[in-house]
Nanobody, 119 residues
Framework: QVQLVESGGGLVQPGGSLRLSCAAS????????MRWYRQAPGKEREFVAS????????????SYDNSVKGRFTISRDNVKKMLYLQMNSLRPEDTAVYYC????????WGQGTQVTVSS
């Protein structure tokens, strides 16, 4: 069965950095685009970043929400079946639970990892 397990969240000061990880299993990881989403308290879950599948002919192509462009970087390790999100220049408004996602279909989600940006 599909499993996604996020890790790497925590408390960081504004301007700081964190690297989130997502361990994937139960499916052919390199065949699927992968995504990061986040959900802040009282708000709907929103798209953060995506990276293409290795088999699509456009391997490693990434895209970002405008709110994180230039600060966050998504990457994947197809050998280790890992998805990453490097987050730099963090802001208080980045505070949220961050989720790893794959659409096989249907959508699969991890349990999330909390990121809190506060002084």
């Amino acid at each position: 069965q599909v499993q996604l397990v996020e890790s790497g969240g925590g408390l960081v000061q504004p301007g700081g950095s964190l690297r989130l990880s997502c361990a994937a299993s139960g499916f052919t990881f390199n065949a699927y685009p992968m995504r990061w989403y986040r959900q802040a308290p009282g708000k709907e879950r929103e798209f953060v970043a995506s990276i293409s599948a290795i088999m699509s002919g456009t391997s490693g192509v990434d895209s970002y929400d405008n709110s994180v462009k230039g600060r966050f970087t998504i990457s994947r390790d197809n050998v280790k079946k890992m998805l990453y999100l490097q987050m730099n220049s963090l802001r208080p408004e980045d505070t949220a639970v961050y989720y790893c996602n794959v659409f096989r279909p249907p959508d699969y989600w991890g349990q999330g990892t909390q990121v809190t940006v506060s002084s």
